[in-house]
Each structure stands twice: as structure tokens, then as C-alpha cells.
């Protein structure tokens, strides 16, 4: 009877707010990304299209309160034999309750698994889900750039964002966190959203502060990197160095914390765009924000840009021209290019960069 009640429920009322993305699901995928940009939406409405108009769809969400999530997967494998369901999704994903063997005797031709991380132990194709950009932000929300840049800076890049005010967003935090040592781990990591740290002093620091065991610290550490809600910048040709922190959301530390650094903010926001919108590896260095490799480019971070400032942060980058062909320097509305000690520079305002589709059309 629940699992009838569950099929005869299929969601047809998708959410106002598209994302626009391309997608291709093969018969097993594992459709993976983190809290709050939008994952179950894009299944819901990729399905939604007119090829999938005919075919037998059922979606299982098995964080529903309704369910009694032990009698669910016992009997869910005969349930889809006898309906001959084609397509089965199965939202927030947990292999506590569902085995690689149950998965693999699922009769269903099409299934979409969606969880935080990527199952890497079983047979099915991954798809990553990345967080809404400043280009497809403009495409979801058709307001004009600056209003739209207004909004991005404000409210952050999750899908639901302009909905979700500073206490909100610190509750959907700790909903993502699950409990409170998981929120107090998360709080400090955000705290160093920017700065150089390695994970052994974070844990270090919070050991001075209270009780925590380190294996509790390096899991949780690596769900949310496994789960792209933090990111870990390693520095060029020093893998051993302090890593740099990133996270899937620019503006968490303003939820988190009432000292406000813009500056930090942006950067963070920089490297979700390097990353996501235009694919590229990313490091940093003594004196760049990010270098790009294979562009031979030097990037800083200059929000608020003033000449003599600029000036004098181009001279102090010495080594890194051996192997800098060009500088960018990404600011909120400043605009010119120069040269500094023999390389070119180009000041841009971060809606030309993040709107271009690919980076050497600077140069």
C-alpha cells in the first residue's frame, strides 16, 4: 500500500526556478552535488520532457517522513517487477538501506540515484551537478546584469537562495551538518573560507576547544569534499603546503560570522567560476590568487581596485613571471590593461568574466 500511495504521487508540480543545464542520464546514474543547488529539481524536470511523456515513472524520496524505510526496501524490489516501472528515482540516497546488490536487481530499465556524494562502489555512471554560476544565474532569474549581480553578491548561488536570509541559511546549515559537533566543524572550516590552512591545524584548534576525535574530524572533512561543499586549493608545485579553503557557497561566512570580508568573499566566488564555468586546473601561488597552467595565467582579486595598489601588488610578483604569460585582475566595476615589468595586465569587472564562455578571449 505505501509504495502504490508513493507511485500514484509522482511529483508534477516542478519548481518555478529552472536550472539551465545540459544533461545526459544513462540507464544507472548516480546524479551527485551538494545541499541546495537544485539536483532533485533538474531530474524532476529533465523527466518532464516530451520523450519521457509515456513512460511509467515513479520517485522515491527516502528522507519522506511518511516511510517506514526498513519495510520500503524489502519489498520494493517485487513492487517494481510487478508495475514494470521504467523510470525510477530515487532521491537522498542511503547505502545503509539500500545494499550494491539490491540496486544492481532493480528490474527498472532507466534509474536516477540522487545523493550528496558520488557512489563510487557501484556500476553506475556519474554525473556531477555543479553550483549555479553567475552565467546561469542571469539565465534562471532574466533580471538585468547589475540587478542580477546585485542579487548573486547578496543572497549567494544556492537555487533557492533570495529565499534563504542569513538565519535561514544558518539553520539549512545545520540541517546539512546533521548534528551539532558535524555544525561546530563546519562553522570553523567556513571561518577559514580563503585562508591558507592545513586540516591538522584546524583539528588542532578545535581539540584546544573541545572534545573531538580526530577520526570523527578527517570523516566528516572528507564527506564534504566528496560531496563538492568544500574545496581544498593546493598551492602551485607544493602539493604538501597549506591548502586554501573554497566553498560551493561564497556567502556562508556572512552567515556564520559578523566579521564581514567582501574581499573573500569575491575570491571565493572567482574560484567557483574557474572551476565550474570554465573548467580550468586551478592552484595558487605566494602572490596570486589563482594561477591557470594551461592559460599561463595569473589571476588576483581586486574588487575595489586602485591604481597604485595594483601597481604595487603586479611588482611584488617576481617568480611566478617565469612562467606567466599574462596577468588578469578581476575587480566588481573597474576596467583598463597595462603593462607591468614586461607583462601585459588586464583589469576586468567580474560580470565580463564570468558571461564570456571562454577565458583566452581576454588576451
Known amino acids: 500500500m505505501e509504495l502504490a500511495k508513493i507511485l500514484e504521487s509522482y ?10 543545464l545540459p544533461l545526459t542520464l544513462d540507464n544507472k546514474t548516480c546524479v551527485y552535488g551538494a545541499k541546495g543547488i537544485g539536483k532533485t529539481e533538474i531530474i524532476l524536470n ?32 517485487d513492487f517494481l517487477q510487478k508495475e514494470t516501472i521504467d523510470i525510477f528515482i530515487l532521491d537522498h540516497f542511503s547505502p545503509s538501506l539500500f545494499s550494491p546488490t539490491l540496486l544492481d536487481s532493480i528490474p527498472t530499465p532507466q534509474i536516477t540515484i540522487i ?6 562502489n557501484l556500476n553506475y555512471n556519474l554525473v556531477e551537478i555543479p553550483p549555479i554560476t553567475f552565467q546561469e544565474f542571469t539565465k534562471i532569474h532574466k533580471t538585468p546584469i547589475d540587478e542580477s549581480l546585485n542579487s548573486y553578491l ?5 537555487l533557492e537562495a533570495e529565499y534563504l536570509n542569513e538565519y535561514k541559511k544558518g539553520e539549512f546549515l545545520k540541517i546539512l551538518a546533521g548534528d551539532s559537533i ?46 563538492k561543499i568544500l574545496f581544498w586549493l593546493t598551492k602551485f608545485e607544493h602539493e604538501s603546503a ?39 586546473e586551478i592552484f595558487y601561488t605566494d602572490k596570486l ?17 586602485q591604481h597604485h595598489i595594483l601597481e604595487s601588488r603586479l611588482h611584488k610578483i617576481t617568480k611566478e613571471r617565469e612562467f606567466c604569460d599574462s596577468f588578469l585582475i578581476l575587480s566588481l566595476n573597474h576596467k583598463e590593461s597595462g603593462e607591468n615589468l ?10 565580463d568574466f564570468a558571461l564570456q564562455d571562454s577565458l583566452p578571449k581576454f588576451f
Open 182 to 227: 558535524n555544525f561546530w566543524i563546519l562553522q570553523n572550516l567556513i571561518l577559514h573560507l580563503g585562508q591558507k590552512a592545513s586540516i591538522h591545524q584546524i583539528f588542532t584548534k578545535l581539540k584546544k576547544e573541545g572534545k573531538l576525535s580526530k577520526d570523527r574530524f578527517y570523516e566528516y572533512c572528507k564527506i564534504l569534499n566528496e560531496s
Open 289 to 305: 590568487d589563482f594561477y591557470l597552467p594551461n592559460l599561463s595565467l595569473g589571476i588576483l582579486c581586486m574588487p575595489f581596485v
Open 242 to 280: 597549506p591548502k586554501k579553503l573554497y566553498f560551493w557557497d561564497f556567502t556562508l561566512k556572512n552567515t556564520i560570522s559578523y566579521e564581514r570580508n567582501f574581499a573573500l568573499l569575491f575570491e571565493n566566488m572567482v574560484f567557483l567560476e574557474l572551476l565550474y564555468h570554465f573548467k580550468e
Open 11 to 20: 511529483p508534477k508540480n516542478l519548481s518555478k526556478i529552472h536550472r539551465h
Open 154 to 158: 547578496k543572497f549567494g548561488n544556492l
Open 46 to 77: 529533465h523527466y518532464a520532457k516530451a520523450e519521457f511523456s509515456s513512460s511509467k515513472k515513479m520517485y522515491l524520496n527516502l528522507n519522506d517522513s511518511h516511510l517506514n524505510q526498513c519495510k520500503i526496501s524489502e519489498s520494493l524490489l
Open 342 to 351: 614586461g607583462t601585459p595586465y588586464q583589469v576586468l569587472p567580474f560580470k
Open 115 to 120: 545523493s550528496q556524494s558520488p557512489l563510487t
